[in-house]
Nanobody
Framework: VQLVESGGGLAQPGGSLRLSCAASGFIFSWYGMSWYRQVLGKERELVASINNAGTSTTYADSVKGRFTISRDNAKSTGYLQMNSLKPEDTAVYYC?????WGQGTQVTVSS
């Protein structure tokens, strides 16, 4: 079982990034997935979740209306589209599915 995130980087405030989470080693379409983020020295925070079929999503209040979680089960890949980024979105972002974590991808929002 492996989850590999990509797509992080540096963005300006108000900008956008799209994170991807490529899953392998299990039947991705059977399981929900989530995105979390963590700032050094703070607890990992749930950002967004999606069910296995992609028909139900939930978001943290801090990202509602700005972030969109989605998935492509044919590609065994999940996504997090992040728009209107703010400096406080700076964190390491992790995907989570089947009780496993990816290695994380750094997102930095700064001018």
């Amino acid at each position: 079982v492996q989850l590999v995130e990509s797509g992080g980087g540096l963005a300006q405030p108000g900008g956008s990034l799209r994170l991807s989470c490529a899953a392998s080693g299990f039947i991705f379409s059977w399981y929900g997935m989530s995105w979390y983020r963590q700032v050094l020295g703070k607890e990992r925070e749930l950002v967004a979740s999606i069910n296995n079929a992609g028909t139900s999503t939930t978001y943290a209040d801090s990202v509602k209306g700005r972030f969109t979680i989605s998935r492509d089960n044919a590609k065994s890949t999940g996504y997090l589209q992040m728009n209107s980024l703010k400096p406080e979105d700076t964190a390491v972002y992790y995907c989570h599915s089947l009780a496993r974590w990816g290695q994380g991808t750094q997102v930095t929002v700064s001018s």
